[in-house]
């Protein structure tokens, strides 16, 4: 079997430590001296931040508190990647996914897994997989969620998420509140748990985006007469994919790839460019 030029998953782990910086430099710069004059609060970095702002936008011509119109162009970044190639941005781009895969790795490395063998079930007791019977009416709750801020965010003053982002909490430097405390110790205990609990579970702009799985023109495609279900795709995806070969366009996905890195039938689980809905 010919080796592979490149890993997919070194190239996304490089992404996504990038990704982390950016959002630690971010933070950074909103503690400095100076913060009030340098322009823009935290959240307006966000882009959900456009999601939660848009509808007061619309109605008002205002923004709510935190928030600018910056949200709404990386939102529309977000969007056009997620177009292209469905949700990708939660698998390569977002810092919220990145330091979820950094703790599940350290979660299977404290919990018994000395080395990593691609394809086989791991050793360790965790990250865990919840129940198949919780996780389905878990899997839902994102949505609503996203639909429950998008209403408050009618008549409110802040983003609804402001006091109790996931984001805020690992990257802002301003832990100020035990809620926001709170918020932080929960996010990291279900990662080291669950791997990407908030992804699978919580995130509303996963919710926003997870439809373009159904069209994205950039798309994961298995040759089903290469393929021999063997099974080891599943092993390795981080959202928990049920029969992966068959449901490449599923909603969860979040083409991290590691279905193709792991296929070991060269040019059975491919990337291709192309409008066909499976």
């Known amino acids: 079997m010919k080796t592979r030029p490149h890993s997919l ?23 400095m001296p100076g913060e009030t004059s340098s322009g823009g609060s935290f959240d307006a970095f966000c882009p959900f931040g456009g999601v939660e702002t848009l509808l007061p936008y619309l109605m008002t011509g205002q923004t709510l508190k935190t928030t600018n119109l910056l949200n709404f162009s990386l939102l529309l970044g977000v969007v056009g990647v997620s177009l292209l190639a469905g949700r990708a941005f939660c698998g390569w781009l977002c810092p919220l996914g990145a330091v979820q895969d950094g703790l599940a790795w350290a979660a299977r490395r404290l919990s018994g897994e000395k080395r990593h063998i691609r394809g086989k079930r791991s050793a360790s007791r965790f990250p865990t997989r919840l129940p198949p019977k919780a996780d389905k009416w878990l899997r839902p709750a994102k949505y609503l969620i996203l639909g429950l801020i998008i209403w408050v965010s009618i008549t409110a003053v802040y983003p609804p998420l402001h006091f109790i982002c996931p984001v805020r909490a690992l990257f802002s430097f301003q832990l100020k509140t035990p809620l926001l405390w709170s918020v932080l110790i929960t996010f990291i205990v279900t990662s080291l748990l669950v791997e990407r609990f908030w992804c699978k579970y919580l995130c509303p702009l996963g919710a926003l985006i997870a439809i373009t799985n159904k069209f994205s023109p950039l798309h994961i495609a298995v040759d089903q007469e290469r393929c021999n279900k063997c099974g080891r795709c599943d092993v390795e995806c981080p959202m928990d994919i049920i029969e992966v070969s068959a449901n490449t366009r599923d909603a969860e996905c979040i083409r991290c790839l590691e279905c193709v890195e792991t296929c070991a039938r060269q040019e059975t689980v491919t990337l291709k460019l192309g409008t066909r809905i499976q």
């Open 9 to 31: 998953t070194r190239s996304r782990r490089w992404l996504q430590g990038t990704a982390v910086l950016a959002a630690f430099l971010i933070g950074l710069r909103h503690i």
